[in-house]
């Protein structure tokens, strides 16, 4: 069962419990932080739309073995806070990685299934994105590969995701990853795989 409008907006507003990554006690915060009230007024059936706050592009090699892990250096192109009214220029075959602006706050009891607007796919810019796990905390990164014919435009602040979640039914276990955060690569560095 994916939560309606209503439950969303509730968690938007009241808040959940999540644990501090810091202190390990748990924390009162959004579900999701921060939404335009547009953003809010404009939930659809059972999604939020989640915005483009950065463009990364992996200009390094990787290696992902079973006890170390190494993903790509990255560049950053462009950010919201530098530049709020920025246009990046996708050109064909470019592939990058794209992070939100807002940050989710997932409880031990939700999950979450994001997906790329549309208006992306109809340009040949399908999103690859992942589940969220119960106690992620953070700004969501997603990768793209542009798979059309010709250079599109982007502007910071678009709508690119659509997040849905769903209650978990029994016990999860939290997420205990790397990634927490607004963490984008490893940028070269090796770590141990969770």
Not at 118 to 126: A, V
Not at 128 to 152: C, D
């Amino acid at each position: 069962m994916v939560l309606g409008a209503d439950k969303i907006i509730g968690m938007i507003k009241g808040g959940v419990d999540v644990e501090d990554p810091i202190s390990h006690g748990m924390v009162t915060k959004p579900l999701i932080e921060p939404l335009a009230t547009d953003q809010v007024e404009g939930i659809e059936g059972t999604t939020v739309d989640l915005r483009l706050g950065a463009v990364f592009r992996p200009i390094g090699g990787a290696r992902l073995m079973r006890d170390i892990r190494i993903t790509p250096e990255i560049e950053k192109l462009m950010d919201i806070e530098e530049q709020p009214d920025g246009v990046y220029t996708i050109e064909p075959g470019e592939y990058l990685l794209f992070q939100t602006i807002e940050q989710v706050n997932l409880p031990r009891d939700l999950f979450a299934y994001i997906r790329p607007r549309t208006s992306l796919i109809r340009c040949g810019i399908p999103l690859e994105t992942a589940f969220i796990s119960p106690n992620y905390q953070g700004r969501l990164t997603v990768g793209m590969k542009h798979q059309g014919h010709h250079p599109v435009e982007i502007q910071m602040g678009f709508r690119i995701l659509c997040i849905a979640f769903l209650p978990i039914d029994g016990q999860a276990v939290p997420y205990r990853g790397v990634w927490q955060g607004d963490r984008v690569s490893t940028n070269g560095q090796a770590e141990r795989p969770f």
